[in-house]
């Protein structure tokens, strides 16, 4: 039987039920503790909200959830821990680093004057595996990786080497960040290069576009795809989104799609000035629950099954985690 390692402990894939594969209590970009005149809410603050934001979870039917956020983005996983065992949830965390743009590259840079990192890398995300993080006995269960729009850099394929190292030695899924729909094709064939299995791998924010080829591509080769940002209509619409999934449910190509939204839930510091919000209209719908109250019923209204639209919840992560392989796509 598959284990998989929750930051309580180890669950199974039949347990987690109702899954939302991209969702994150919180973030801090690097730097945030130099932004002293603004802090952001203190851990009080923030572990009433983030327990607040799971019980209506709860209460929704929502079972486990995914905070893919990686070692360098604030991640804090005695934080998630208490949050998970305050309410009785299953919350998975992972172990990477992010993009070149916005992650903890400044520290890797430096090391590598002293020789190359990607065993370095490959070192600490097993670690985190196999063993936990740090002294917390906390072990994450995927890996964390990411590109900025366009290209992968250097930099980001010497962390997606590590990542394929990694995965390769534990069986660890990995899960991506994507810009702007884009380059997650070319991160689909980088890890099967280095002999990550096609389907232990989410090509995330993958509704970032809509160019159908694109994800019918990444399908097609036998990863999932992240529809992973429902919401989120800054970046892109909803409409969209939904009208792309919906063609992909067409093809037969519902059993490789996992769902969320993306949803930060508290910040580290002040990154977005308290009169920009982000999302939709009122911000309303960059929300956990948006897609059970808002989507699905787009989705249906589409044509959609309700088998289908709980495949997206329920049976594709359970298949994801368990690694189950993917049937050949016309």
Known sequence: MTVIHTVTGATTPERLGT??????????????EAHTTEPGPTRREMLARCIDQIEEM???????????????LGRDVEFMAEVASRTGFQIIC?????????????????RKNFGPVVDSMAELF??????GIGSTGIR????KV????GKISEYERQIFEAAAKASVATGAPITTHTDLGT????????????????????IGHSCGTSNHDYHLG??????????????????????ERVASLLKLLQKGAGDRVVVSHDSVWCWRGTPIPNSITLGGAGAGTWHPLHFLRDVAPQLRQGGASAAQISALLVDNPRRFFAGEKLAALA
Not at 146 to 149: C, D, L
């Open 58 to 72: 709860k209460a929704a039917g929502v079972t486990a959830m995914l905070d893919p956020c990686p070692n360098d």
């Open 183 to 202: 380059v997650g094709d070319e991160q689909q064939r980088l890890l099967t290069g280095l002999g990550v299995p096609a389907h232990r791998i989410i």
């Open 146 to 149: 990411a590109t900025g729009p």
């Open 19 to 32: 899954t939302l594969m991209h969702e994150h209590l919180m973030i801090g970009y690097p730097g945030w």
């Open 218 to 239: 990444i399908a097609r080769a036998g990863s999932y795809l992240g529809f992973d940002r429902f919401g989120l209509d800054v970046v892109h619409p909803d409409e």
């Open 140 to 143: 994450a269960g995927i890996i």
């Open 126 to 131: 097993i670690r985190e595996l196999t063993d």
């Open 94 to 110: 992972a172990t990477g680093l992010y993009k070149e743009s916005e992650g903890g590259t400044a520290y890797w840079h430096f």
